[in-house]
């Protein structure tokens, strides 16, 4: 069955084995999710650091509640009204801010730590001693770092 949700075409598959003709068939395609304005902000971040792990963590997971429905406005994408008055959308700007000041603090927390000795580095001084480093082929920046810490489980 089509549905038409706003400007956003969506697709429901009534029955187990057609629906798993289709994801064979058409893997790609539905594998691809519609980005929503909660998912455009968050893909698109000191002293006390156990501090700043809860901080961003308890940021995360509540980005990660805000990211998870859709707004009005992802059912209408070209609408600018419906664009502008969406409030998840200035809530996870915010958040946005703070976690890249997290970051921000982390990696300087790391830079001023850094005694140039190997051995009881972790990947965020690994990558800033590489950083330094003229000799790669593509430069590594402090949002590269912040990504890896963004993802990282440890």
Known sequence: MHLQLGEVSAVVISS????????????????????????KIMWATSGNVLRDQDTLLTMMKKGLLMTGGFE???LFPSSKLLSFLCWNKYKLLRMHRKIDKILDAIIEDHKLKQSGDFGGEDIIDVLLRMKKSTQLKFPITNENIKALIFVSDD
């Not at 003709?21 to 893997?27: F, G």
């Open 16 to 39: 187990r084995d057609a629906a798993k003709r289709v994801l064979k068939d058409q893997d790609p395609a539905c594998a691809d999710r519609p980005e929503s304005i909660a998912t």
């Open 72 to 74: 009005l406005a992802d």
